[in-house]
């Protein structure tokens, strides 16, 4: 098994229910920019910011209140040489209900150091799940990428990427 995939984890004062159905609704938590359908297996969503990240992602697993994961069906970064370093990765979100409270185990499997993004990325989901989505399970409300802005938008300055 590979050791260095991205991985966060959060630990919540909330149910596991609260945190299964917050993760689904990645409008609330990643971005307002998504088209499609989150929460429901076989559908497909997606992202984008811009010209900088271009995301086509599938909900292929979904146990309730235990564990959700989404497979990157295409993807196309601006900054990269590689434009397609998340194709055929994979979000995996693991909660588990540990003495009264709830651990978000977040994994990007196939996201490693040496792609050209990890950078970026691992500033990027970071910032998602520790901030955002921690927010979006305990009040109710996320820290997403707005329409125009947000995050995204700090990352295109921070690192210097290419703002199309």
Same mark, same amino acid.
């Given at each position: +098994?590979?050791?260095?995939?991205?991985?966060?984890?959060? @630990?919540?004062?909330?149910?596991? /229910?609260?945190?299964? *159905?917050?993760?689904?609704?990645?409008?609330?938590?990643?971005?307002?920019?998504?088209?499609?359908?989150?929460?429901? $297996?076989?559908?497909?969503?997606?992202?984008?910011?811009?010209?900088?990240?271009?995301?086509? @992602?599938? @909900?292929?697993? +979904?146990?309730?209140?235990?564990?959700?994961?989404? $497979?990157? #069906?295409?993807?196309?970064? %601006?900054?990269?040489?590689?434009?397609? =370093?998340?194709?055929? *990765?994979?979000?995996?979100?693991?909660?588990?209900?540990?003495?009264?409270? *709830?651990?978000?185990?977040? /994994?990007?499997?196939? #996201?490693?150091?040496?792609?050209?993004?990890?950078?970026?990325?691992?500033?990027?989901?970071?910032?998602?799940?520790?901030? %955002? @989505?921690?927010?979006?399970? /305990? /009040?109710?409300?996320?820290?997403?990428?707005?329409? =125009?802005?947000?995050?995204?938008?700090? $990352?295109?300055?921070?690192?210097?990427?290419?703002?199309?």
């Amino acid at each position: +098994m590979h050791t260095n995939y991205y991985t966060s984890t959060i @630990l919540v004062n909330e149910t596991a /229910t609260v945190a299964f *159905t917050a993760i689904k609704n990645f409008r609330a938590w990643w971005s307002e920019e998504i088209q499609g359908t989150t929460d429901k $297996l076989g559908e497909t969503f997606f992202y984008h910011y811009k010209d900088v990240h271009l995301c086509k @992602l599938q @909900l292929i697993e +979904m146990k309730p209140d235990a564990k959700l994961v989404y $497979l990157v #069906l295409d993807n196309q970064f %601006s900054f990269t040489k590689d434009k397609t =370093e998340w194709v055929n *990765t994979r979000l995996i979100f693991d909660i588990i209900s540990e003495d009264g409270k *709830t651990k978000i185990i977040f /994994t990007h499997e196939g #996201l490693v150091p040496e792609y050209e993004c990890y950078p970026v990325c691992n500033d990027a989901w970071t910032s998602y799940i520790q901030g %955002s @989505l921690h927010a979006l399970i /305990t /009040t109710g409300k996320g820290r997403p990428n707005a329409k =125009e802005g947000g995050l995204n938008e700090e $990352l295109v300055k921070k690192w210097g990427l290419p703002d199309k």
